[in-house]
């Protein structure tokens, strides 16, 4: 027998461990600083080890232990960019799904984790509005924007045989990297990204984007999507999808939505997302605000027949060998990827542990956190809000009256001092040209106290870097 072949005993003891080890980490992560206190050089120093020859055995146990305290810890004080501690059923069900080791590629290598990623879909689909829509699993939101835009270049201006031609792609100036990144990279040019400006909450101006689309139509121009954000990373704004696909249908483009962060808010206020229903395609990244440890993202669209003539490219030796619709079905005909882990179990299990109620009432908490938030940030005559509050990210400063001259310094100040106390963690987003403070909550285990600490945070990290 191989040396690398667990004996079921082994398994069970090294199992029992680490199961104790996550356990400890999670009961203890609410009383830890969020910021290891070791120094870059001091974690590098932890991995500068030659490769072992001969094994540690049991004393890996050790070593994942001592990792922990090099980990940037995942509390209910965790709000930097669009992160989430991760909920723990999905944990536990991510490592059965490592075990199991299904590779996902089609029908005929893994039937039932095909099944169950097809099962999340539908249920996710039908829970946001868009019932019937198909889709895959991808590693994050920037994959799945890549492959929605992917298809709406192939639906406009097929590229796959003769190369890319380049063509017209109309965002927001909110709009996430991801998307120049997908332009580039599909070669239609980040010079024929349209950057058009927001109105007054952050939302695409659509009287600008009909402007921008009339001019390149008159040029000549090919045009290829609209791409809408549904939660825009700085603000959390949500452009106006119905309008979006109505300028969409009238044009003949493709209407791409990046709903990574925000359209699963669908869960819990449907209203915010109206006209999700209409989109050609659209990413939610359900280790955002699903809650699921990474990595866990979904594009939804609603032609599988474009998705196919998008990706479908197949080696004989992977051609499915059954005429079967369910075992004939091949996920690495609709995707980029033919390896792929089974995701969705996590996504699955931890849906039919808490049930989607659960889920509904936990993004519901996030928005009210944010508004408290924002409630408690205008009631500081200290704090001063910096936009509107769309779903559950809140942009603000600390400003004491005293001019806008060293306003930017001094925040960005107060953010690295907050880091160094490790109580609370948010980030920054520049909002308008200022230097905001960001707190985003995708976070199941925050507390109205978590909430209350962040403006605690601030006023005391202002106080102990100046005369705050
Ligand atoms: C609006 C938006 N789109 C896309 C992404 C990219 O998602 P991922 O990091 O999963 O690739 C993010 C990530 O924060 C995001 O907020």
């Known amino acids: 027998m191989s040396a690398l072949s667990l004996q079921p ?5 090294l199992a029992a461990q680490i199961a104790e080890l996550s356990a400890e980490y999670l009961s203890g992560a609410d009383a830890r600083s969020l910021i290891p206190s070791l120094s870059g050089a001091e974690v590098a120093a932890m991995f500068d ?4 020859e001969a094994g540690v055995g049991d004393e890996v146990v050790d070593d994942l232990a001592r990792l922990t305290n090099a980990v940037r810890i995942g509390n209910g004080r965790l709000f930097p960019y669009v992160v989430t501690p991760g909920e723990s059923v999905a944990a536990l069900a991510d490592l059965y799904a490592s075990v199991l080791n299904q590779n996902v590629t089609a029908w005929r290598s893994a039937p039932a984790a095909v099944a169950v990623e097809q099962c999340v879909i539908r249920w996710i689909a039908a829970a946001v509005g868009c019932a019937g829509f198909h889709g895959s699993l991808t590693s994050g939101g920037s994959a ?4 929605g835009l992917a298809m709406a270049r192939e639906s406009r201006l097929p590229g796959n045989d003769e190369g890319a031609t380049p063509g017209v792609v109309y965002a927001s100036s909110e709009v996430h990297m991801s998307i120049p990144k997908a332009v580039g990279l599909l070669g239609l040019g980040r010079r024929n990204l349209r950057l058009i400006p927001t109105d007054d909450r952050f939302r695409i101006d659509l009287d600008a984007l009909r402007r921008a689309i009339a001019e390149d139509e008159a040029k000549g121009r090919p045009g290829v999507a609209i791409v809408a954000s549904a939660g825009t990373v700085n603000t959390g704004a949500i452009d106006d999808l119905a309008g979006a696909a109505a300028l969409a249908t009238e044009h003949d483009l493709w209407l791409h939505v990046d709903g990574a962060y925000g359209a699963l808010a669908a869960l819990a206020e449907p209203a915010k997302l109206e006209g999700l229903s209409l989109v050609d395609s659209v990413s939610m990244d359900a280790h955002k605000w699903l809650y699921q440890p990474l990595d866990c993202s979904i594009l939804f669209y609603r032609d599988p027949e474009i998705a196919r003539r998008t990706f479908a490219h197949s080696d004989d030796y992977v051609r499915p060998l059954s005429d079967d619709p369910v075992e004939g079905f091949a996920f690495f005909e609709q995707s980029l990827e033919l390896s792929r882990r089974f995701r969705a179990l996590k996504l699955w299990a931890s849906i039919r542990y808490h049930g989607l109620s659960a889920f509904r009432a936990a993004i519901a908490a996030d928005l009210r956190h944010a508004l408290l938030l924002a409630e408690r940030v205008e009631g500081e005559p200290a704090l001063q809000l910096l936009a509107p509050v769309e779903l559950s990210a809140v942009c603000f400063r ?13 925040n ?7 880091n160094q106390r490790g109580r609370v963690a948010i980030s920054n987003a520049t909002i308008r040209g200022s230097f905001a403070l960001r707190a985003c909550f995708v976070n199941h285990l925050t507390t109205d106290d978590d909430v209350v600490a962040i403006v605690d945070e601030v006023l005391v990290a202002a106080a102990e870097t100046g005369d705050g």
């Open 9 to 13: 005993d082994v398994f069970r003891r």
């Open 49 to 52: 080890g030659a490769v072992p």
């Open 144 to 147: 799945a924007n890549l492959m």
């Open 398 to 410: 600390w400003n004491d009256g005293t001019g806008e001259d060293a306003l930017d310094d001094r």
């Open 412 to 418: 960005a100040a107060i953010l690295s001092r907050m």
